[in-house]
């Protein structure tokens, strides 16, 4: 394995800025830290760069977008130092992370369509201004409060602790939560499948809000799917001009 740090001409800091939209401090902070590699010194101390230069820049500027600031510089830096399996090593991590993410979708789509309407219990009693006890809830869901403490334990659900008396207290969110929970466990779901999809609804603000949300979320995944495709492309190419 060689290393062609001759390529092309001689290029300025700010050629490499301009062509980008950066700044030629964030050039010379790319390069400090090994995303770009050595570069050459004039007599005068001031530094040179080559196509080879624009090159790696142009490979960790598309890889960003697919895989993040902090793992694009770790790639590049591996391939500047000659741990090109590592570098793979750390794009198959990305790739397995999105195609745990797809599933994760895929999970929360399937759980939302086999939501039924609810039904059964005394609204009344999970709706208290100040929240309800275990008890009450349990007995609305129709459950033993024992399988709420065992959804707590597992995540689906958060009730705070009343100060004076130490008793779980379920506010509106957690109720929610419960019912969710309750209607896919009838469905067949297991805890650690119900567990990302309780998740993702607390992060949407609920289930209307998350049902919105789907779709921006399948084309996140999708234009992050492409943007490791460019990334790669990229990378290729600067592996072919940096490593003989």
Same mark, same amino acid.
């Given at each position: 394995?060689?290393?062609?740090?001759?390529?092309?001409?001689?290029?300025?800091?700010?050629?490499? *800025?301009?062509?980008? !939209?950066?700044?030629?401090? *964030?050039? #010379?902070?790319?390069?400090?830290?090994?995303?770009?590699?050595?570069?050459?010194?004039?007599?005068?101390?001031? &530094?040179? +760069?080559?196509?080879?230069?624009?090159?790696?820049? &142009?490979?960790?500027?598309?890889?960003?977008?697919?895989?993040?600031?902090?793992?694009?510089? $770790?790639?590049?830096?591996?391939?500047?130092?000659?741990?090109?399996?590592?570098?793979?090593?750390?794009?198959?991590?990305?790739?397995?992370?999105?195609?745990?993410?797809? %599933?994760?979708?895929? *999970?929360?789509?399937?759980?939302?369509?086999?939501?039924?309407?609810? $039904?059964? !219990?005394?609204?009344?009693?999970?709706?208290?201004? !100040?929240?309800?006890?275990?008890?009450?809830?349990?007995?609305?869901?129709?459950?033993?409060?024992?399988?709420?403490?065992?959804?707590? %334990?597992?995540?689906?659900?958060?009730? #705070?602790?009343?100060?004076?008396?130490?008793? #779980?207290?379920?506010?509106?969110?957690?109720?929610?939560?419960?019912?969710?929970?309750?209607?896919?466990?009838?469905?067949? +779901?297991?805890?650690?499948?119900?567990?990302?999809?309780?998740?993702?609804?607390?992060?949407?603000?609920?289930?209307?809000?998350?049902?919105?949300?789907?779709?921006?979320?399948?084309? #996140?995944? $999708?234009?992050?799917?492409? *943007?490791?495709?460019?990334?790669?492309?990229?990378?290729?190419? +600067?592996?072919?001009?940096?490593?003989?």
């Amino acid at each position: 394995m060689g290393q062609n740090l001759q390529t092309g001409g001689r290029l300025r800091p700010v050629d490499l *800025a301009r062509g980008h !939209g950066l700044s030629t401090q *964030a050039v #010379r902070n790319y390069e400090e830290a090994g995303i770009l590699p050595a570069a050459a010194r004039t007599p005068h101390g001031y &530094r040179t +760069y080559t196509s080879l230069h624009a090159r790696a820049l &142009r490979a960790f500027l598309a890889l960003v977008p697919g895989h993040g600031h902090q793992t694009a510089a $770790s790639i590049m830096r591996a391939v500047n130092e000659g741990r090109v399996d590592e570098a793979l090593h750390l794009i198959d991590e990305s790739h397995v992370q999105l195609l745990d993410d797809r %599933r994760t979708l895929q *999970a929360v789509e399937s759980a939302l369509r086999d939501l039924e309407p609810e $039904s059964g !219990g005394d609204p009344a009693a999970v709706s208290a201004p !100040g929240g309800t006890f275990i008890g009450p809830l349990a007995e609305a869901l129709g459950i033993r409060p024992a399988t709420l403490r065992k959804w707590e %334990r597992a995540g689906l659900v958060r009730p #705070r602790r009343d100060p004076q008396t130490g008793y #779980r207290v379920y506010d509106e969110a957690d109720v929610r939560d419960a019912r969710l929970a309750h209607q896919l466990r009838r469905g067949g +779901y297991l805890l650690e499948h119900i567990a990302p999809l309780i998740a993702q609804v607390r992060a949407a603000g609920g289930l209307e809000p998350l049902e919105a949300a789907l779709s921006d979320w399948h084309d #996140r995944l $999708s234009a992050r799917g492409r *943007a490791m495709l460019t990334g790669a492309a990229e990378l290729e190419e +600067y592996l072919r001009e940096y490593v003989t």
